[in-house]
């Protein structure tokens, strides 16, 4: 499989608990980026890395969030504390130095009670 | 603030009708405008659009993106149930080395038998 994978793709918590996720980019993907989607609404850029550096952050991203990509290759995002309104799908998309367009994995579905 | 609006937000179908969808942008620093397709899941890409006036074709879909009036349209023809989705217009902006993606909400498709 030669596509974007996410893990898990279905979390549900506790509110006030922190999660984690996982996102593989395509291989020799060097940008990464996090986007979040709510039910009717488009994604929302989060944030993005070239290889290893973490370059730009939504206003979107509250302290509670935290995005690494350590070697330039997987990337984790968590949520500290979680809230309610962190309920969304969580998505996770890479592209290539020279072709640019980004091609999404599956989506973390959260569920905060 | 970047803005992507689509129209319609909603649209119903009978098979082997020709639909159209509209995309209409304010953004800095236009780099591209790209389709996707969203099912169940995350997005699927479709097309990606630098250069106004040129038509890109996949089958029974085509887009052209328009840079004087900010807008793209994508055209599906002889629609198929296998449509259904929803169909988000993106546009890319580049500043500051990113290159984030700013979506609009998306047009529901519906086609029915």
């Known amino acids: 499989d030669t596509g974007v994978s996410q893990d898990p793709r279905h979390k549900i918590t506790k509110r006030g608990q922190n999660v984690t996720f996982r996102c593989d980019p395509i291989?020799?993907?060097?940008?990464l980026y996090w986007y979040r989607q709510t039910l009717g609404q488009g994604p929302e850029f989060l944030t993005y890395f070239q290889n290893e550096a973490q370059l730009e952050k939504s206003r979107l991203l509250s302290d509670r969030f935290s995005a690494e990509r350590p070697k330039g290759s997987f990337s984790t995002l968590e949520i500290q504390r979680t809230e309610q309104g962190d309920s969304a799908m969580y998505l996770c998309?890479?592209?290539?130095?020279?072709?640019?367009?980004?091609?999404f994995g599956p989506g973390t579905r959260l569920l905060v009670l | 603030e970047d803005k992507v609006v689509q129209s319609p937000l909603s649209l119903v179908v009978h098979e082997g009708d020709t639909v159209t969808l509209n995309c209409s942008y304010e953004?800095?620093?236009?780099?591209?405008l790209l389709w996707y397709k969203q099912e169940k899941k995350a997005p699927t890409f479709l097309f990606m659009l630098t250069s106004s006036g040129i038509e890109k074709k996949s089958g029974r879909l085509s887009s052209i993106l328009d840079k004087k009036e900010l807008s793209s349209i994508l055209n599906i023809t002889a629609t198929q149930t296998g449509d259904s989705a929803i169909y988000l217009c993106a546009v890319e902006a580049s500043g500051a080395g990113s290159y984030q993606l700013t979506f609009g909400k998306g047009t529901k498709l519906s086609v029915i038998p």
């Open positions: 291989s020799e993907h060097n940008r």
């Open positions: 998309a890479s592209s290539s130095g020279y072709q640019e367009t980004q091609y």
């Open positions: 953004v800095t620093n236009f780099r591209s």
